[in-house]
């Protein structure tokens, strides 16, 4: 199985012409329940087919107040890319939530050329309601984009909406390929992401944009550094209520195992303190995926690397952090280096975490999962193991709707081998 965070050219090696799919096809909501007996619950709401609607989707999804889903695919569109490969540059495309069922809308393609291209990242909700992320590539080392529902009235099946570039990467100190990592907004409306390559150090930065003048302004707030803060940040940062930034690097650290740092804004600048070093040594290492922050100021996240990956937790005391590991995924000898959770988590009202891992459960193809606390400890309850036909590989975790649906993507598998969309409802 490949790995998408091995692809620091971010390039496809090799690629097969997309699909062409009918339109009528192509808006049908697809509900294949699954095979396996102990996930009645679970069903695909979507099989990509690497036509208009796009292919292997590395990201996971938003949803909005009335229950609509909001994600991107890696590759796929109707193509080929502009950067000489005979694939699709990627999608932006909205699920919604009718009466009949789910209408699949694709939004917006990507055509490699100033718009850019692959978009690993999902989108996520501005203060003015309307869709941002990021592309990994397509026109120098990425972009920022806005996407927002045309102005003009509608008069087709199909509406796809507006996209402008909000910000390109230039590459060298001003940051490389944004990918997995999330971007988010603070109250105040600017941004903040994460690039896995570039800066001084060449190991990655932590930037924020912020609106100026009709345009948007960059500033790096902190370059990668190896031994301290760790490098590849390939998840984005996570703020809290009092506008201090988290994020995890997937290598580095005093061990080389990745680390969890903190960036405190004061008068002098931003300010990195390393909250935890990874040791491989029953605490889990490469932390690919991002962090949660419950109202206590508590951290959550996991580790990828098997056997050992993790689920953890950091507490702030008044000396520093404590470190607790609260689930230890199993070793698996069919799975490969990097088969844990490759995201990070969701945290429900009750307290309850749920995440996907990409190489996890009984064949191989990865497992969504949910962890609930009593009495001081947590317990595991596998929700669906994947087979292959409904989906393969989830690189992202999972979001929820007000009713307690999970929702969620697989990078591969489904009808076509392209990846899925799936529910599972309680």
Known sequence: ??????????????????????????????????????????????????????????????????????????????????????????????????????????????????????????????????????????????????????????????????????????????????????????????????????????QGVVYELSPAAGGWTQNILYNMAAQTSGYFPYSGVTLDGAGTLYGTSSMGGAYNYGTVYQLTDSAAGWTENTVYSFQNNGDGSIPIGGLIVDQSGNLYGTTAAV???????????????????????????????????NDGLLMDAAGNLYGTAYGEGTYSRGSVFKLAASGGHWFYTDLHDFSGSDGAYPIAGVVQDANGNIYGTTSGGGAYGYGVVFQITP
């Not at 090696?13 to 049908?28: E, H, I, Q, T």
């Not at 938003?62 to 193509?79: F, H, K, P, R």
């Not at 694939?87 to 699920?95: A, K, M, W």
């Not at 995924?329 to 990097?338: E, L, R, Y």
Request: glycine content about 14%; proline content about 8%; aromatic content about 14%.
């Open 307 to 341: 056997p050992g990956a993790t689920v953890f937790e950091l507490t702030p005391s008044n000396s520093g952090w404590t470190f607790k590991v609260l689930y230890t995924f199993s070793a698996n000898p069919n799975q490969g280096p990097d088969d844990g959770p």
């Open 1 to 202: 199985m490949s790995r998408p965070w091995g692809e620091f050219n971010l390039q496809p090696s090799s690629a097969a012409p997309p699909a062409v799919v009918a339109l009528v096809f192509l808006l049908a909501a697809i509900a294949t329940p699954t095979a396996q007996a102990q996930t009645q619950t679970f069903r695909v709401i979507h099989n990509f087919t690497a036509g208009l609607d796009g292919s292997t989707p590395y990201a996971g999804l938003t949803i909005d107040a009335a229950g609509n889903l909001y994600g991107t695919s890696y590759y796929g569109g109707t193509g080929p890319c502009n950067d000489g490969y005979q694939i699709g540059c990627g999608t932006v495309f909205q699920l919604a939530h009718g009466r009949l069922g789910w209408q699949f809308n694709p939004l917006y393609e990507f055509k490699g050329n100033n718009d850019g291209a692959y978009p690993a990242a999902r989108v996520i909700f501005g203060p003015d309601s309307t869709l941002y992320g990021t592309t990994s590539g397509g026109v120098g080392y990425g972009t920022v984009f806005n996407l927002r529902p045309s102005e003009a009235p509608c008069m087709s099946i199909l509406c796809p909406w507006t996209e402008s570039v909000l910000y390109t990467f230039t590459g060298n100190s001003f940051g490389e390929f944004p990918f997995f990592g999330d971007l988010v907004f603070d109250q105040a409306g600017n941004l903040y992401g994460t690039t896995i390559e570039g800066g001084s150090n060449g």
